[in-house]
C-alpha cells in the first residue's frame, strides 16, 4: 500500500494486518515517525516502513515496528510490490 498516510487516508479494509509503505511528502519534512505510526495503527496495519529525506534522527518509542528508508529503498520497494502478489 502506498499512501503519505495522512490521518484518514488509508483504507482500514485494505491495511489490516499488512505493513504500510508510506512516502514523506515535502509539506512533510517536519512530520515525525510518530505520526505515521498514529495512523497506520489507527487503521489496524501491522507495520510501516517509511521512506524518508535523509535525516540522523533516531527515534525507538514506536508501538508498531516501523523501518526508515531513504527513498530510493522505497521506491525499489514498491517496484518488488507492483511487480509480484
Same mark, same amino acid.
Given at each position: 500500500?502506498?499512501? $503519505?498516510? @495522512? $490521518?484518514?487516508?488509508? @483504507?482500514?479494509? /485494505? ?5 504500510? /509503505?508510506?512516502?514523506?511528502? &515535502? ?7 510518530? !505520526? &505515521? !505510526? ?22 525507538? $518509542? ?9 527513498? !530510493? %529503498?522505497? %521506491? %525499489? !520497494? /514498491? $517496484?518488488?510490490?507492483?511487480?509480484? &502478489?
Amino acid at each position: 500500500m502506498l499512501r $503519505s498516510c @495522512n $490521518s484518514g487516508s488509508l @483504507n482500514a479494509t /485494505l491495511a489490516k494486518g499488512k505493513a504500510i /509503505l508510506c512516502f514523506q511528502s &515535502r509539506s512533510q519534512r517536519s512530520a515525525t515517525v510518530a !505520526i &505515521r !505510526i498514529r495512523t497506520v495503527t489507527e487503521v489496524g496495519g501491522a507495520g510501516l516502513i517509511f521512506a524518508q529525506f535523509p535525516t540522523k534522527d533516531v527515534d525507538t $518509542s514506536w508501538s508498531k515496528p516501523c523501518v526508515q528508508v531513504d527513498f !530510493i %529503498t522505497g %521506491t %525499489t !520497494i /514498491l $517496484s518488488y510490490m507492483e511487480a509480484t &502478489r
